[in-house]
């Protein structure tokens, strides 16, 4: 016959698996990450509506350029970033994704990514690229509620101040705590000046969901910023995806060598493969 302990040591071990199981309900699945590169991005002047079936869009306005490129330093993911510049006050440049419409905003459960400002940026010491997220608040089956929700790290003080020449990451979601502002009215946002919790937007607008892009900007009003980003993560019920952006891909499977595909990937440095074989040797050995 089993001890009274005995029955309360396996009661509680069905105690905890029971808790870390519950405690998993409603997190996104652990992220998966894609690699986006030139080669995946369509680039439109700003204010220009995106092709049908379009995934990857940027935008740039007078002198505002993105491109992705190595480092700077050690990127977060891989080797590369992608680099936005904004040399004048007018000038604008915004990464967006469009794989994500539909989704309602009270399933997200994991908004962040990465940001590197450059040391020799004359901007105002507190900006760094913004993230944007355009949404319906009435839901898609009902005409009007536009707005783009922005998340700034300047209003996020309690994740740190910007600091230059540094990789740094920011949570957009924290738990529902993170503050973000609207670019229009909404219910419980005014436009522009008042900033409010995700929780406390997702409550106000409880049939909100994503209507368009979703992504990185560099906005007007911000002359001599020089940044930029990595890990744009987004995640929503047991959906999750790091976009992981580089200057080219690096082979990383036999996959990536067989059948032609050789030609498209590259060594971490840079360089290319002659044949399939050099591929494979590179993937087995990393030389």
Do not use: E, S
């Given at each position: 016959m089993k001890s009274f302990a005995s029955f309360k040591f396996i009661a509680l071990v069905a105690f905890v698996l029971?808790?870390?199981t519950v405690s998993t309900v409603g997190f996104a699945a652990v992220c998966e990450k894609t690699v986006v590169t030139n080669e995946d991005v369509v680039r439109l002047p700003h204010g220009s509506a995106p092709a049908p079936g379009t995934h990857w869009a940027?935008?740039?306005r007078d002198n505002g350029t993105g491109e992705f490129v190595t480092g700077p330093g050690t990127p977060p993911s891989?080797?590369?970033s992608l680099s936005l510049k904004t040399p004048g006050s007018n000038d604008k440049v915004y990464l967006f994704n469009y794989d994500h419409i539909g989704t309602t905003l009270s399933s997200i459960n994991a908004i962040s990514y990465s940001t590197y400002r450059d040391a020799s940026s004359t901007a105002n010491p507190v900006q760094a690229p913004a993230l944007n997220l355009e949404v319906d608040i009435n839901g898609p089956n009902v005409t009007g509620g536009f707005t783009t929700l922005v998340f700034e790290p300047v209003y996020n003080t309690n994740q740190g101040a910007v600091i230059p020449g540094q990789w740094q990451n920011w949570d957009a979601?924290?738990?529902g705590t993170a503050t973000w502002w609207s670019t229009k009215d909404i219910p419980g946002v005014?436009?522009?000046s008042c900033y409010a919790t995700w929780s406390q937007i997702v409550a106000a607008n409880p049939e909100a969901t994503i209507l368009g892009g979703f992504g990185v900007n560099q906005g007007g009003g911000n002359p001599g910023l020089i940044a930029n980003v990595d890990n744009l993560t987004l995640g929503y019920s047991d959906t999750c995806?790091?976009?992981?952006f580089e200057p080219y891909k690096v082979a990383a499977t036999k996959d990536d060598c067989k059948a032609g595909s050789w030609n498209s990937f590259k060594r971490a440095d840079g360089t290319g493969?002659?044949?399939q074989g050099q591929c494979i040797q590179y993937v087995n050995t990393g030389k």
């Open positions: 029971l808790a870390l940027l935008y740039t891989g080797v590369g979601f924290a738990g005014c436009a522009f995806v790091t976009y992981d493969f002659k044949n």
